[in-house]
């Protein structure tokens, strides 16, 4: 396995591929928004001081959105944009509106339905964005801390629940249903759909799951059972990739839980978001202040 880094600015946290093949990255701090064309050049959108862009996801619109710490959603056209000369692009449409409900948004994905979900961290609830701008909360267990949302396979919304040792499954209509972890103190985060199955990872036991639509969970204990493993994203053969935040590492899986490949970053540099691209190479960011291309 091949790495190349980027140097993107300190705080790189979310990440996602855009169909023209430019990656995006959220740095937290700075509160901007990074583009990496495919040739290497690199756009800059700033947003609003103190906005703490974090997680990026593809929406039902085509646009890239993004959660913020200041209790934003926000969507930037994934288009690149004309830039001034100096790195700063002033071509992409971005726009950030409130989240409805309280607290901040965090994980956000597009639905079966056509809208947009996320979760509020805080508040214990998943939001619906629909296309005219209609909002919905709908409440999770008391104290669950909602993290990570994604599309399953099954045409449902499944969640992570962080401090409630579950996965949340959530109709389109909002009917939830809770699947509690066998591990205790597991504090399920990342969360990816694959063909058949979904997985996650469990960042307080140092395990990664799976689950099926039926509800079957089947829990994979990493060999660093500290590595705190924090995003996943399913590959096309039935696995995963994983960054494991704690150990300076990612690590793929295949369909039955087993590491089949490993690439080690340098220590310290914290690795968050993951996302595959078309052509089944892998992009991690680091906190460090980089995008690293795995190939």
Known sequence: MHVTEYEVGPGAYGVAVAADGGVWTTLVGSGELVRLAPDGAITRTRLAPGSRPMVLAHGPDGALWFSCGDGALGRVDAAPGAGTGDGVDAGSSVSTRPAAG????????????????????????????????????????????????????????????????????????????TLPLPTSESAPVGLHAGRDALWFTEIGAGQVGRVTADGTITEFPLPDRASRPHAVAATGDGGCWVTLWAAHAALRLDREGDVVDEVRFRPGSEPHGLATAGDGSVWVALETGTLAHLT
């Open 102 to 177: 309280e607290g901040a948004p965090y994980g956000v994905c597009a639905g079966p339905d056509g809208a947009l979900w996320y979760t509020l961290l805080t508040a214990d609830r998943v939001g619906r964005l629909r296309g005219e701008g209609q909002a919905d909360t709908f409440p999770l267990p008391p104290g669950s801390m909602p993290s990570m949302i994604c599309a399953g396979p099954d045409g449902a919304l499944w969640a992570t629940l962080n401090r409630g040792n579950a996965l949340a499954r959530i109709t389109p209509e909002g009917e939830v249903t």
